[in-house]
């Protein structure tokens, strides 16, 4: 009910309910309403607030900082001793095309199988060049050893003389045994053929566990 008062209209109880309900239904008022994120930043400036005032010590701020650096740099070191050094996936290196200078999809195996036919028909040069490249293949597809692109023969037998440390002579004349033939235009031999045969069987033959990692 609607009550008269000095010209002025007074409602009672009731209708002043309905009236406040009618008003703040208006779209205008739900647009002003603050949202859940607006709501949620503003607690975490709260938070933040409280927790650097001088009201909480002089100490809290300074403290609270230190702690959180502190927990996100053991977060690091643990998972560097977890997982170790980012490295590339096998799959990545066994997808290599280029290997000593030449585009060559060929898994070592394949290229043992070739190097053999060449070294039967008596081709001395080709089974050199390809059985040095499986011997190089070979490591790369277990992982032994991870070449830059454009790696040279001395280099690869650098590298895996730190895995074979006790082949490192043999890795170094298998080196020099496709330098000579592949740009030296040296002749190679049934001998020198069969060395380097030797010294790739002798690697495939060491299981990964026994080798340093």
Do not use: C
């Not at 650097?52 to 900082?65: K, Q």
């Not at 023969?153 to 045994?177: G, N, P, T, Y």
């Amino acid at each position: 009910m609607i009550r008269r008062i000095d010209d002025v209209f007074v409602p009672d109880g009731d209708d002043a309910r309905r009236w406040a309900e009618e008003e703040l239904s208006n779209p205008r008022y739900a647009d002003a309403k603050p949202t859940w994120f607006d709501l949620l930043a503003r607690d975490v400036g709260r938070f933040l607030a409280d927790l650097f005032s001088s009201e909480n010590g002089a100490g809290v701020g300074p403290s609270a900082l230190i702690i959180v650096i502190v927990i996100i740099a053991a977060a690091l070191v643990a998972a560097l001793l977890i997982w170790g050094r980012p490295r590339r996936s096998r799959a990545v290196r066994r997808g290599r095309l280029d290997l000593l200078g030449a585009s060559d999809d060929r898994t070592a195996a394949q290229l043992r199988s070739d190097a053999e036919r060449s070294a039967r028909e008596g081709d001395w040069d080709a089974a050199t060049v390809l059985r040095y490249r499986a011997l190089a293949r070979g490591l790369l597809e277990r992982d032994l050893i991870d070449p830059a692109p454009g790696a040279t023969a001395q280099a690869i037998a650098r590298e895996a003389s730190a895995v074979f440390a006790d082949e490192s002579d043999a890795l170094r004349r298998a080196a020099v045994a496709f330098d000579d033939v592949r740009y030296l235009g040296h002749r190679a031999t049934a001998a020198s053929y069969g060395e380097l045969a030797a010294t790739d069987e002798r690697l495939r033959a060491r299981r990964t566990e026994a080798v340093a990692a």
